[in-house]
């Protein structure tokens, strides 16, 4: 598949997205990688703008995690900016906040990661808004 390692995220059309998938971790090695282009718009106090990203309608029996990172090489050394790892098919959710000052630009990453259990026939949802 072409969307199982950091380098090769299927990469997601629009900056900044608001979108929503359905995909399926098919086996105990499978793992699931997006990533999209950020732009930073603002950096006024009290105003940082967020990334959203939501993993539901994981299958029964199963439990899978959220990481969400800064970028390709942050991917490649797992340290994500935010992670949600809650148990069994619970829901998942992140809501990163971006730093002042900060650049918070560029292509991030968000990967779904098998912790146990699998199902190749029933799809999870993945929901990613961009930094807004």
Not at 72 to 88: H, I, K, L, M
């Amino acid at each position: 598949r072409g969307n199982d390692t950091c380098g090769t995220c299927f990469v997601l059309a629009e900056e900044d997205p608001n979108v929503f998938l359905n995909a399926t971790i098919d086996n105990r090695d499978d793992a699931d990688f997006y990533c999209f282009d950020a732009v930073d718009n603002t950096s006024i106090p009290g105003f940082g703008e967020h990334i959203r990203v939501m993993l539901e309608d994981i299958p029964n029996g199963a439990d899978f995690d959220l990481f969400l990172y800064r970028s390709v090489a942050d991917c490649n050394a797992n340290r994500p900016a935010a992670s949600s790892t809650n148990t069994g098919s619970d829901d998942e959710s992140i809501d990163w906040v971006e730093a002042i000052n900060v650049e918070d630009g560029g292509r991030w990453v968000v990967r779904v990661k098998r912790y146990q259990g699998s199902d190749c026939a029933r799809q999870y949802r993945l929901t990613i808004n961009g930094l807004r």
